[in-house]
């Protein structure tokens, strides 16, 4: 019977050690957000503050995963 769990994390010494292809498409989504939330500032300080906080809680989620 084959194991249909999709968990592809690896434990070294008992820490788990991140997956390398979401943690490389969680950084390409933050960076992209990051570049709108640059594009913002000259329009609108407010709305680029907004991108760019959530730019950071996307790197801290790509820093856990």
């Not at 991140?18 to 913002?40: E, N, T």
Request: hydrophobic content about 50%; overall charge positive; proline content about 5%.
């Amino acid at each position: 019977m084959q194991n249909k769990n999709k968990d592809t994390s690896v434990s070294v010494n008992g820490h788990r050690i991140p997956d390398p292809k979401l943690h490389q498409l969680l950084s390409f989504i933050k960076s992209a957000i990051r570049i709108v939330g640059y594009i913002l500032i000259p329009i609108s300080l407010i709305s680029a503050a907004i991108v760019l906080v959530f730019s950071e809680v996307i790197g801290i989620i790509e820093e856990l995963v």
